[in-house]
């Protein structure tokens, strides 16, 4: 029996707004779940339920502050970020 590894191509269309975000803000940690590959996070996936792929969380001091559905542009998640993980 082989296994393949699942892919989710609307979450690789998101990577370049992640790398983006990563290097705009080098204070907040910018992280992907491999949520489509068995076996991976599975803490994530026994706190959190997705409906959609991707889906992004912000996460303070290990509290979730906002989830958002689907691809978001580089800009909004620049603004969820200032708005809310700001000091």
Do not use: W
């Not at 969380?57 to 969820?80: D, N, P, Y």
């Amino acid at each position: 029996m082989a296994y393949g590894l699942a892919t989710c191509e609307p979450c690789k269309a998101y990577d370049p707004v992640l790398e983006e975000t990563a290097a705009r803000f080098p204070n907040v940690k910018v992280g992907k779940a491999k949520m489509h590959v068995p076996g991976r996070c599975r803490e994530i996936k026994r706190t959190h339920s997705f409906e959609t792929y991707p889906t992004t969380h912000l996460f303070s001091k290990g509290k979730l502050l906002l989830t958002r559905e689907g691809q978001i542009e580089a800009a909004e998640l620049a603004a969820l970020i200032a708005d809310h993980l700001s000091p």
